[in-house]
């Protein structure tokens, strides 16, 4: 199953989201809560402290090619359970979060 919760800021997305993943990780489902927004919190809402280490998924494990065709696609450049394994951080109730994203800097417009 997988579930995305999207809306406009201040909806409460992130405490949704947060409450959802441990109802369900309570119920003995596995889940894994990425965090795509530009002002992550998530982690926060999970419980999982500062000081965890919890660090953003770098832009490196995305590259861009060209296939056969010439069309520019992006690949992984690790499989999926070593982006988990290395970036993932354990919350309570058993659901392992991910930072998908995050906004060092202003770019320009």
Known sequence: MKIAISGKGGAGK???SATLTRILARRGIPVLAIDGDPNPNLTRAL??????GAQAIPRTVVERRQDESGA???VLT???TEIINQYGVEAPDGVTALV???VNHAGAG
């Open 14 to 16: 992130t405490t949704i």
């Open 47 to 52: 419980g999982i402290p500062e000081s965890s």
């Open 72 to 74: 520019n696609r992006h």
């Open 78 to 80: 690790m499989p999926v």
């Open 100 to 102: 998908g994203c995050c």
